[in-house]
């Protein structure tokens, strides 16, 4: 581990809980505690994980028709976002691939922003090129913390009663433990929870305040990989990237229906082009038979083999009892239910396309 990189203000206490610390986008970052993975992750399943996820980026955006603005530069109706509400999006480039995935709230007199870790030496510098009169304030001084589980709600109301009233996808500014702190109802686990922004001099503190909770454990980066891809969501790097456009990924859903007809976003010839024609390619489940993962990069080929696809995520499933993957096919493949290869150091391996996600999202909505 080199000493250049960056740390969060939870590493004291990854050190001192015993996590696996590894270079992740340049981050000191846990991937596994003491439990090991099929443990956290089972325990974000059933009771409540804690996970530092500090490393991605805040942004807070100040000025007139924040969300008007925000709509030129991604396909997502920004401008009609009700103060509290939050919603995922990406920035598109001008070839309709995805630039990256962020989560944008509208916190009333500025909107906050949370893009990922190794992309936002790219998103401020394209905020502040395009966003004219709006001021992009990257946050420095802030950790940010998820609580994800069927007891989220639990271990975090009992410090905050104010987070028993969210919804998912709604967010607030209130106490915990006497410290203002801003907590939004989501993640990215497929399981209710939330994620907190917190003063980084009292970030170890609070964190341990959940950790006291009785069905609270901390997890790290491995449990949420497979927790994550379960839920049938894309990670960006292996599943989306600059070159996939929102409809390949099968993320038509978040995109908004006046957004969908109006465009007037980065690539929107091509994202209305494969809303009306399809795509070449699209996202979707592959259950492996066996107890072998399928890895990004392994070949997808259909029974006559001929190669249709490639596998962009893939891991062992602790909640599904198997492997479970993500990947992309061309076009006239695809439907749930068709057999296919996946080609694993040269042999063919029998697998199925499923439909996503692998396991029920558990949100409180």
């Known amino acids: 581990m080199t000493s250049s990189l960056k740390r969060t203000p939870l590493h004291a206490l990854h050190v001192e809980l015993g996590g696996k610390l590894v270079d992740f986008a340049g981050w000191e970052m846990p991937v596994q505690y003491p439990l090991g993975i099929m443990g956290e992750h089972k325990q974000c399943r059933e009771k409540a994980a804690v996970f530092d996820v500090s490393h991605m980026g805040q942004v807070i955006l100040r000025g007139e028709n924040v969300g008007e603005k925000l709509e030129a ?87 905050c009663p104010a987070a028993r009233d969210l919804k998912f996808m709604e967010t607030t500014v209130a106490d915990i ?99 009306a024609e399809g795509p070449a390619k699209k996202l979707v489940g592959i259950k492996p038979e066996g107890r072998a993962p399928a890895r990004q990069g392994v070949e997808v080929q259909c029974l006559e083999g001929n190669s249709i696809g490639q596998i962009t995520s893939g891991v062992f499933g602790p909640t599904v009892g198997g492997p479970v993957a993500m990947g992309y096919v061309s076009k006239g493949h695809g439907e749930p239910g068709e057999k296919v290869n996946l080609i694993i150091r040269g042999k063919p391996q029998p697998a199925e396309i499923v439909a996503l996600p692998f396991v029920k999202q558990n949100y409180k909505r």
């Open 73 to 159: 530069l991604c396909p997502q109706a920004y401008a009609t976002l009700k103060e509290g509400k939050a919603r995922y999006g990406f920035f598109t480039n001008a070839e309709g691939g995805i630039m990256d995935d962020l989560i944008v709230s509208n916190a009333g007199d500025h909107y906050f922003v949370v893009v990922n870790a190794a992309l936002r030496h790219q998103d401020i510098p394209h905020m502040r090129e395009h966003l004219e009169g709006v001021e992009v304030i990257e946050i420095f001084d802030r950790a940010l913390v998820a609580v994800q589980g069927p007891a989220a709600e639990n271990v975090v109301g009992e410090l």
């Open 177 to 275: 433990n006497g410290v203002e702190c801003r907590i939004s109802r989501l993640g990215y686990t497929g399981e209710d929870g939330y994620e907190i922004s917190i003063p980084e001099d009292k970030a170890i503190e609070i964190t341990k305040a959940f950790l006291a909770h009785e069905d609270c454990e901390a997890a790290g980066l491995g449990a949420r990989d497979s927790l994550r891809l379960e839920a049938g969501l894309c990670l960006y790097g292996n599943d989306i990237d600059q070159s996939t456009s929102p409809v390949e990924a099968s993320l038509g859903w978040a995109m908004q229906k006046r957004r969908k007809e109006e465009g007037g976003f980065p690539g929107a010839d091509r994202v209305q082009k494969e809303l």
